[in-house]
């Protein structure tokens, strides 16, 4: 099987409180009495200046893994183990600080569902909307649009503005045209904690189906052990950054996410 | 087997790096995403005029408010005057265009902060929405050119001697300036403001001073000598001028400068573009 992922030594830094003193004036001031060899006026007491290359920490470092095609990898790992950072940059929303990340075939990524829905216009209107948002295209959404509205279960609804809609409707909407895309690599976050039980496991089932019949790749964040165990072949556990634990035995990673939760 | 994996090493469609050149403007996959700015505009238009009594006709409204307000204040009471120009055809004219303008700058600096939410969950060519922003200008100040016609047909059959001329095959230019120099100085500003928001507090007083230092309420031969050079700066002054030129005629002819104005155009444009695909990759972590 092709890798069709491959994370080369990413890593990626952030900077603690502030990022600039807010203003332009303000950082020219600090900028001023850096020249001079002056204390920042800005700073805040007890911490080093803002304007410094200090306060700085790695949400993510050096992480490196490779996923086949057809393969469904779980990211499991704590609150802040980095793994909302490592999607943002296979997502492209923020680039990494040093390494790589090379991708082969077209990528969606669902950070959230109903990205984009403009709470005007119609559910039909959205569908178009979002999907080109998520990289489809206007012909290959009208070839699709049944199928979606199908899915969503809210046929009687479509021509209706989305701001009528009820949270359930909106999200199932939302998640029909996300489970309808037709890339190769689908990236998740949390999303399936959405909808009832009986709707995440039709989306669970939906995108188990088209990774098996498909080869599409899956790349699922998650804290559900069940929703992981369900859906996921392999695992990668971060923790603080880091990788701590990779196996192809989706069972022992979830064993011992469960003993690292316990840990702490 | 070397060969084999050489192959394989080489066909990623996608490497997400640190860096990326100045200069890599990706503009062929902005245009693999031009449904989605089809839809972009489609979107703006319909969620303003949805649920408004008399919806897309509140484009021709304006305008033509402030072209009575204008034809009242500079006028009848300050006396400006217009050159000769009928007054509704000169202050139309000049407020469909400077608006024109003005929207698509304040839009295009708005993108990131506007955007935020947006942008922080999903990829796709940040580009896409100041290009739509521009293109819902575009359409609107289409829609009022047509009025403005109306206007100038009525004035060139009750007589007025106006002396129409080939520039009037550069106008779509001279519009298309407008809009580019419009979204490259506010994506280069939407770039800054990500990180400093007085730029935002600035742009608003600054557009009005802009407008007050370019020929839309007054005409070019009411400015005394020793201002001229403001507008021998000013970017707008020449695109108006020509504006003009190609429908009525007469003796202001600023070619000279309009060229200059146009390649000064050109350029912040593509700055602008380059400024900002640069700054798209990580506004998300700065905002």
Known sequence: MSVVVRAEGVSKEYRFGVINNQSLARDMQSWWAKVRGKEDPWTQIGKTSNFGRRDRFWALKNVSFEVKMGERLAIMGRNGAGKSTLLKIMSRITAPTEGRIKLRGRVASLLEVGTGFHSELTGRENIYLNGTILGMKKTEITKKLDEIIAFSEIEEFIDTPVKRYSSGMYVRLAFAVAANLDSEILIADEVLAVGDAKFQ???????????????????????????????????????????DYVADNINEVVDRYNKLIKSQ | ??????????????????????????????????????????????????????????????????????????????????????????????????????????????????????????????????????????????VQFVVLLLFYFYYLFTGYAFHPNWWLLAVPLLIFQLGALGVGLGIIISSLTTKYRDLKQFLTFGLQLWMYATPIIYPMSKVPQKWLWVYQINPIAPVIEMFRYAFLGGDNFPLGSWLISLGFSAAVLFLGVAFFNKNERTFIDVI
Request: net charge positive; with cysteine; proline share 4%.
């Open chain 2, 1 to 142: 087997m070397s060969d084999v994996n050489r192959q394989t090493e080489e066909a990623w469609d996608l490497i997400i790096e640190p860096k990326r050149s100045l200069f890599d403007l990706r503009l062929k996959e902005l245009y693999g995403y031009r449904d989605l700015i089809g839809l972009l505009i489609r979107r703006d238009f319909v969620a303003a005029y949805k649920q408004t009594v008399i919806g897309p006709f509140w484009f021709l409204v304006q305008p033509l408010m402030m072209t009575l307000v204008y034809m009242f204040v500079f006028g009848n009471i300050a006396k400006l005057g217009t050159d000769g120009i009928p007054q509704p055809l000169f202050y139309f004219s000049g407020t469909i265009l400077w608006n024109f303008f003005a929207h698509s700058l304040t839009q295009s600096a708005n993108t990131f902060n506007a955007n935020a939410q947006l942008f922080g969950k999903i990829y796709f060519p940040r580009l896409a929405v100041p290009i739509s922003y521009a293109a819902t200008g575009l359409i609107t100040v289409g």
């Open chain 1, 201 to 243: 496991a039709k989306c669970l089932g939906k995108m188990h189906d088209v990774s098996e019949k498909q080869g599409r790749t899956v790349l699922f964040v998650s804290h559900n052990s069940d929703a992981v165990l369900n859906l996921c072949n392999r695992g990668i556990i971060l923790d603080h950054g880091v990788e």
